[in-house]
């Protein structure tokens, strides 16, 4: 496995911690439609996991799939940050050429094979995404992340027996933020530990805090390396929180301040930028010149680009839609690759 610049992994989070940031003001000035779910203060998971799945494979070689909170999981599977927010614009350059949204970012051209939102729905999809890797035989693995609101699914143990049955190849990711929608998660779930849930459909599972970054790497490693040898699959707890509400529409009235404050004091970002800075390789000038460029490559690229792309026509609604006019950014990637 090749070594870890964990410089580049901070900057990536501030990146993401900005990327959801400006979403979020762009829906305020009304140039996001729809629906908008933020991942602010899970950083440390997708970009974790992914990193470590990517580590020996590289960008794009495994499947990745997740829910409706999915703009980080695109972009650090490999999808174009600017496609992206194109995206949540609505706009032709988005990843979903402006008709899926926040909640429907798609991107086969790197393998990450979309956020949904229903919950639930990933499950069955990752299953087959994982049966085919397979198939195929050439070391592939799907990465599906879930959150714990999800876990009481019909898809859920379904899903999980069929996995395990079958010995896929496919690695579960848990992001249990503590709540589904506004119910904690002591209020909807028997099982408080999603992990020990696995137990039932005989599933090496384990449960790890999610705000530190190098914890969630060392933890998605050796979960990966089960994946990966052929001997089934694997499900990841992580402990995070997220510092927005659960959507736009979510004044987050049911937690107490004291718990988000709790919670703020263990910033993944914060965390890494910490040790850096202790271990000597990185300085605080260093940093804050690191958020500022973030913050200027955003706001004068990313943010430029999405707000400068052209409307969908009214013409081309149903393109893209059926089988004979496909959209060809998505078939050329993955011809010839094993599908």
Known sequence: MRKIDRK???REMVFFRRFEDRSFEAYMERKVGGFL???SGQEAVATGVLEMVQADRGVGFDYAITGYRDHIHAIKAGAPAREVMAELYGKETGSSRGRGGSMHIFDPSVRFMGGYALVGQPFPLAAGLALACKHQKEGRIAVCFLGDGANNQGTFHETMNMASLWKLPVLFVCENNCY???????????VIDQYKRLEAYNIPASQHPGQDIEVVMEAAQSAIAHVRSGAGPYFLEFLTYRYRGHSMSDAGAYRSKEE???????DPIQILAKRL?????????????????????????????AEESPEPKVADLAKYVLE???DPRW???LQGQGG
């Open 8 to 10: 580049r992994l901070l």
């Open 37 to 39: 779910h933020l991942y």
């Open 180 to 190: 589904a929608i506004g119910t904690a998660i002591q209020r909807s779930t028997a």
């Open 260 to 266: 988000v404050a709790e919670w703020m004091q263990r």
């Open 277 to 305: 800075i202790e271990a000597g390789e990185l300085t605080e000038e260093e940093f804050k010149a690191m958020e500022q460029a973030v913050q200027n490559e955003i706001d004068n690229d990313i943010i430029q680009f």
């Open 324 to 326: 004979d006019n496909p």
């Open 331 to 333: 078939i050329g990637p």
